[in-house]
Nanobody, 122 residues
């Protein structure tokens, strides 16, 4: 079992930056793939980014490429999502997820956090 807790969300103006953190407990994340998803009101959960356990592989959703960066600190069981050049359309509840499969599909992730809200004002 893996428990995940996100933090770092908040209100930011368009063009600003935020760094989301996800703290894992219950097992080491050094052998598990980690990802970020988001869900805006009235919309389906959307893939944002995934990083392999080794950090050698990453996938980003097209709209965040070049603006967001996923990273991890296996020693401290944490992953991060650095978000730059934020846009109002990035406003959503952001979730951290962990799974055995390296994929962008939400259904493949076994463990989920409760989410942290990101609001970008225009």
């Amino acid at each position: 079992q893996v428990q995940l807790v996100e933090s770092g969300g908040g209100l930011v103006q368009a063009g600003g930056s935020l760094r989301l953190s996800c703290t894992a407990s219950g097992r080491t994340i050094s052998t598990i793939h980690m990802g970020w998803f988001r869900q805006a009101p009235g919309k389906d959960r959307q893939f944002v980014a995934v990083g392999s356990w080794s950090s050698r592989l990453t996938i980003y959703e097209d709209s965040v490429k070049g603006r967001f960066n996923i990273s991890r600190d296996n020693a401290n069981n944490m992953i991060y999502l650095q978000m730059n050049s934020l846009k109002p359309e990035d406003t959503a509840l952001y979730y951290c997820a962990a799974g055995e499969m390296f994929t962008h599909r939400a259904s493949a992730f076994e463990y989920w956090g409760q989410g942290t809200q990101v609001t970008v004002s225009s």
